[in-house]
C-alpha cells in the first residue's frame, strides 16, 4: 500500500511540475533564456561555464593548477571539521551572476538546474558516502523574511528529491544575524561564525550528512556548521556547493 502511494505521490508531482513548466518555461540559469524541460543549461551557456575537474584538491574540491599537489594552498594550511567536499563550477563570470540571481533575483527555479547539474556530476560521490540526510546551509530569520525565500534550502531539497536522501532544513539553525562572509578577511570569518549555528534536535542517529551552500570561498561557513554538526554527535559531514573559486 505503501508503495502505492510513493507512487502515486511521485506521478502527481511530475504532473504538476510539467503543468508548471508548460505555464512557465523554465529557464538556463546561465543565460535565463527559456529552454525546453529537459534542457538544464542552453549548449552555448555550456561553453562558458568552467566544470570543476582534475586536478582538484582532495579536501574542499577547489581546482588546483599543479598536478602533484593533493590540496589547495587553503587546505594545506589548516584543518577542516568536514571530511570531504566537491563543487560543481568555478565561481566567476556568468556562474557569478547566475547565483546572484538565485539568491537576490528571486529566481528561485534555478535550484531544480543546479541539483540535476550537482547531481549528474557529484550524485555517484554522495551516495558512496553513505549519506543519512542533506542539511542546507541556514539562512538567518531576518534575512530570510527580507528575501523571502532560502536558496541554499531549495536547492538541498531539489537535490534530496533526486538522490532519494531526505532534507532536513530545521535541524541546523542560524541563530547570529552574521555579517556578509565576502566582506571580510579569513580571521575576520571566523570570528564573525563563532556561535552562529545550533543544532535544534538530536542528531546522534545521523552518522553521515551532506552540507549543501551555493558558494564555497574559505569553508569559514561550512566549517563553522560542520563543528556544530560534530558536537552535537554526527560521525561524518561531507561539503557540496554549486560553486568555489580557484586556488589562490
Known amino acids: 500500500m505503501r508503495n502505492i502511494i510513493k507512487q502515486t505521490y511521485q506521478i502527481l508531482r511530475r504532473a504538476d511540475e510539467a503543468v508548471l513548466d508548460f505555464i512557465y518555461p523554465p529557464r538556463c540559469p546561465i543565460c ?131 538522490l532519494g536522501i531526505p532534507v532536513y532544513t530545521n535541524v541546523l539553525v542560524r541563530i547570529r544575524d552574521t555579517r556578509p562572509q565576502k566582506t571580510l578577511n579569513d580571521t575576520e570569518r571566523k570570528n564573525n561564525l563563532k556561535k552562529a549555528f545550533k543544532t535544534t534536535e538530536n542528531v546522534v542517529q545521523l552518522k553521515s550528512v551532506l552540507l549543501i551552500d551555493d558558494i564555497y570561498t574559505t569553508g569559514s561557513t561550512l566549517d563553522a556548521a560542520a563543528s556544530v554538526l560534530l558536537e552535537a554527535g554526527v560521525s561524518q559531514v561531507y561539503t557540496c556547493c554549486i560553486s568555489i573559486g580557484r586556488d589562490s
Not at 539568491?103 to 554522495?126: M, S, T
Request: aromatic share 8%; glycine share 6%.
Open 32 to 162: 535565463d533564456r527559456a529552454v525546453l524541460p529537459e534542457t538544464v543549461i542552453c549548449p552555448e551557456c555550456r561553453k562558458k561555464i568552467t566544470n570543476i575537474t582534475e586536478p582538484a584538491c582532495m579536501k574542499c574540491g577547489k581546482p588546483i593548477a599543479d598536478p602533484r599537489k593533493e590540496y589547495c594552498r587553503d587546505c594545506a594550511r589548516k584543518e577542516h571539521h568536514f571530511v570531504q567536499g566537491k563543487a560543481l563550477w568555478v565561481y566567476e563570470k556568468e556562474v557569478k551572476a547566475s547565483i546572484y540571481r538565485f539568491k537576490y533575483q528571486n529566481k528561485r527555479e534555478y535550484a531544480r538546474r543546479y541539483a540535476a547539474e550537482l547531481v549528474k556530476e557529484h550524485g555517484a560521490w554522495i551516495k558512496g558516502r553513505q549519506v543519512a540526510a542533506i542539511l542546507p546551509i541556514p539562512l538567518h530569520k531576518n534575512r530570510k523574511k527580507k528575501r523571502g525565500y532560502h536558496q541554499a534550502g531549495l536547492l538541498a531539497e531539489e537535490t534530496g528529491k533526486l
